[in-house]
């Protein structure tokens, strides 16, 4: 018996992505990026993107079927983002993803975009055992999610009580007078800086933080410290070596994230970890993880750097665990939800 064809519509930012998928095969995974569009402004403008979306969903629907050579009419079901993420980016998925549906007779699933971060693994290195924690690292959204079964069990013990981690990166890249985004430059100069140069505030690490918020995490005090550290050597006519500045940046980061989440692994008795979202693609991350999981005995799992950034791919994932568990299709009418708790696989 074939194994179903998933096609996904991912629209929830700057990205707009078409992924079909047989199985966990994939075959096409097309994007279009409007990310050159907002960098004069320093991050994301909604009515860009949306406009954005608008010009780019057919062409990249229409790669993507000539890219995995299938007739639409193969597709077994349609998966679309439904939330988290910028209403008017999030309609316009929604919308393309409801035509199809309805003109194909093909059953729809409006699927979280944060799980999505989580399935698209599963299309290099299978199914997820279960349970399985992961470490949901994006611009917008910085989480520890404990999940038992993807399509029905997904639980957040801890997320961000202000800044991600990613829209820390844009913030502090903005006080260099670094370009956006500034997770991949920041990133770049790293490797040649030293870490060591600036002692930057973990946050959150405290004993009395942790307490209250052990899987939690806090970069608004980071970014605020990286701030006064620049402007005072500036001040008193310190030449100011962003590369260091990167580096102990990012070390502050990153050191936090991967002790937390190897933490909850011990907590829980998980010994799977998997990374995703747009910040698992960092270098440092993905190395620093690796270590602390090896030296705590826990199995990482990390899709390539090509699948962290928002995807079709991702939603078509879910769309297939969805649809393979017999999960009641969404109906036509479903709205964007632009707050979608992540404990809400399918609306």
Not at 76 to 81: F, H, Y
Not at 118 to 126: A, I, K, T
Request: with cysteine.
């Amino acid at each position: 018996m074939a194994e179903p064809l998933i096609l996904g519509i991912e629209s929830s930012c700057d990205e707009t992505g078409v992924g079909i998928v047989r199985g966990y095969e994939l075959l096409a995974n097309e994007i279009a990026s409007s990310v050159e569009e907002h960098v004069r402004f320093g991050g994301v403008v909604p009515e860009i993107a949306s406009r954005a979306h608008l010009e780019a969903i057919a062409p990249t629907l229409n790669r993507a079927i000539e890219k995995a050579d299938v007739d639409l009419a193969e597709v077994d079901a349609i998966a679309v983002t439904a939330g988290p993420g910028l209403m008017g980016s999030l309609v316009v998925g929604l919308s393309a993803a409801k035509a199809l549906a309805y003109a194909l007779r093909k059953p729809l699933y409006g699927v979280n975009h944060l799980v999505g971060h989580v399935g698209v693994d599963m299309l290099e290195h299978g199914p997820l055992p279960q349970p399985v924690m992961a470490l949901l690292v994006s611009g917008g959204h910085t989480s520890i999610l404990r999940i038992g079964n993807i399509v029905r069990d997904v639980e957040e013990i801890g997320a961000t009580i202000d800044d991600a981690a990613g829209e820390a990166y844009d913030k502090v890249a903005r006080l260099l007078g670094l370009s956006y985004p500034g997770g991949p430059i920041i990133d770049h100069l790293a490797q040649a800086g030293l870490a060591t140069a600036a002692a930057f505030p973990r946050g959150l690490t405290a004993r009395h933080d942790l307490e209250k918020h052990r899987f939690d995490f806090s970069f608004s005090g980071l970014k605020t410290a990286v701030a006064r550290w620049v402007e005072l050597r500036r001040r008193d006519g310190e030449e100011v070596n962003v590369a260091d500045v990167a580096a102990s940046f990012q070390e502050a980061v990153v050191d936090v994230l991967t002790a937390k989440a190897v933490d909850a692994c011990g907590v829980y008795g998980i010994d799977t970890l998997l990374l995703g979202g747009g910040v698992a693609a960092n270098s440092r991350l993905r190395t620093l993880l690796a270590l602390r999981c090896e030296q705590a005995g826990i199995t990482l799992r990390r899709p390539r750097p090509g699948l962290c950034t928002d995807n079709g791919a991702m939603i078509a994932a879910v769309g297939l665990e969805l649809f393979q568990a017999g999960v009641r299709p969404s109906g036509l009418d479903i709205g964007a939800n632009s707050g979608l708790p992540v404990s809400q696989v399918c609306l």
